[in-house]
């Protein structure tokens, strides 16, 4: 069955880990995916689909695939989509089926962005389906599949982002303390210590944007200080189209269906490590 992020992070919160968020665009995504966080036992694993991939899977198509999934499995299963500017899509996501929407105003004035979250939170809630929004702005790395090459950071402000949580009632937000999307260029600079004047004045559970390649000692510090959600996109893709390559560089040529196979298995070996860096913190 297909849950909300609601009582996954609860249990994060208070347990001192963090559920990771992972991105996925096709059968063997979710399946990998699924299939990683079934074996590691995990406390749940969500599974993010993002509007630009709705040219590979409508969101039915991505309902119906990741529940006969979760259906085979006692670990919950959220599906989320992910960064979504148009709430037109948002709707249609909880129509669908989706148990999770994550609202993206970043770009948007402050009170323009509270208002179209708070709209979001109303359809949303009235359905049982949970919601992120973000506050601030992540800069753009290499390789980066999300938002715009042009991306600036802008760090979260904390009163700001108590105001924000305050006036728009939202269950998790996404903040920008550092991290960027896509693969970082030198050694990530995490601001510690914004993250930490944000999770004071929160109250919520926190998300991290920007996972891939981010060293553990900083998820530690990050966990520590109110991030129960943390999402990856861009490994998972950098290390299954690398594997693929050096699979077929061999001369070899699979039947396609062997090569979906091993996608699956590529995908499941990223989300493992990741989830075992996430649950390790608590023992930290
Ligand atoms: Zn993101």
Known sequence: ???????????????????????????????????????????????????????????EDAVAITSALAARTDMPVCLHLDHCDDI???????????????????????????????????????????VEAELGSLAAGEQSHEGSSADREIYTDPDQAARFIAETGVDALAVSVGTVHGLYKGKPNIRIDILRAINEKAGIPLV???????????ITDCIHNGICKINVNTEISVYAVEKTAQALCS?????????????????????AKYIAFFRHQSQA
């Open 251 to 271: 001369g070899e040529r699979p039947h396609l269906s062997v090569i979906g196979k091993k996608q699956q298995k590529y995908v499941s070996e990223v989300v």
């Open 1 to 59: 069955m297909l849950v909300n992020f609601n009582n996954m992070l609860a249990q994060a919160k208070s347990g001192g880990f963090a559920i990771g968020s992972f991105n996925a665009y096709n059968y063997e995504t979710i399946r990998g995916i699924i299939d990683a966080g079934s074996q590691a036992k995990s406390a749940g694993t969500i599974v993010a689909f993002g509007k630009k991939y709705l040219e590979n899977m409508a969101l």
């Open 208 to 218: 991290l944007h920007g996972g891939s390649g981010i060293p553990e000692e900083t």
């Open 88 to 130: 037109d899509v948002i709707r249609m996501a909880i129509a669908a089926g989706f148990t999770s929407v994550m609202y993206d105003g970043s770009a948007l004035p402050f009170e323009q962005n509270a208002t179209n979250t708070r709209l979001v939170c109303e359809l949303a809630y009235a359905a049982g389906v949970s």
